[in-house]
């Protein structure tokens, strides 16, 4: 089945520096790829949409200078965090898209800022 | 209104139980629905894809009603390892659109 490798799955930063988070499509290509936050009891929220070759979309309140999205190839979407604050610190995840039904998540990228 | 509202629950029952999950949405435009099983500190994974006709796969029922814009999720005889989170989730739009998740229904399966 489609796998979807994500990594960091979780790191440890301090204030003020980026963190890269890769996301791969290992056995099929995506051209999309959706990046979301979830903060503790919350729900899943889209941050931006991967598309390759092109800019990313962002959804409203998320900063793209602070959230760099970077869709170079058909198997790999970066997301980067950077200059880094406390309230950065949540669980991100990548998801790719392969048809209406056909979504993976990646593992999900534990971050927290200190 | 949220665009998919969930009980969250938290859901306590005894092992053998039969639950039931509901969630609304409000996209009426909205084509494709899932529910989704999200363990603690674990990515979402997919439970089972929700059709017009209803579908089951072993103890999983799901059935949609898009006159009231409507999902539910029944879980018969659960298990211990059915405690999780349960993610109603709707393709928020197009061919590849991006998916909306409510914030999920805890569930919590006892001896």
């Known amino acids: 089945g489609a796998v979807v490798s994500q990594h960091p799955s979780w790191v440890i930063c301090k204030s003020g520096t980026s963190v890269k988070i890769e996301c791969r499509s290992l056995d099929f290509q995506a051209t999309t790829m959706f990046w979301y936050r979830q903060f503790p009891k919350k729900s899943l929220m889209l941050m931006a949409t991967?598309?390759?070759?092109?800019?990313?979309?962002?959804e409203q309140g998320v900063e793209k200078d602070k959230f760099l999205i970077n869709h170079a190839s058909l198997t790999l979407s970066t997301l980067t965090v950077t200059s880094a604050h406390p309230e950065d610190s949540s669980f991100y995840i990548c998801?790719?898209?392969?048809?209406?039904?056909?979504?993976?998540f990646g593992s999900g990228t534990r971050l927290t800022v200190v | 209104r949220k665009e998919v509202e969930q009980d969250p629950g938290p859901f306590n029952v005894p092992e053998g139980a039969t639950v039931a999950f509901n969630c609304t949405y409000s996209n009426s435009a909205s084509q494709s629905f899932f529910w989704y099983r999200q363990d603690c500190r674990k990515e979402p994974k997919l439970l089972m894809s929700?059709?017009?006709s209803g579908n089951e796969d072993g103890r999983f029922t799901a059935q949609l009603n898009r006159a009231s814009q409507y999902i539910s999720l029944l879980i018969r005889d659960s298990k211990l390892s059915d405690s999780a989170t349960y993610l109603c989730v709707v393709n928020g739009g197009g061919s590849q659109g991006n998916l909306i998740f409510g914030k999920g229904t805890k569930l919590s399966v006892k001896p």
């Open positions: 929700v059709y017009s």
């Open positions: 998801s790719a898209a392969r048809g209406p039904d056909g979504y993976t």
């Open positions: 991967s598309n390759e070759g092109s800019k990313a979309t962002y």
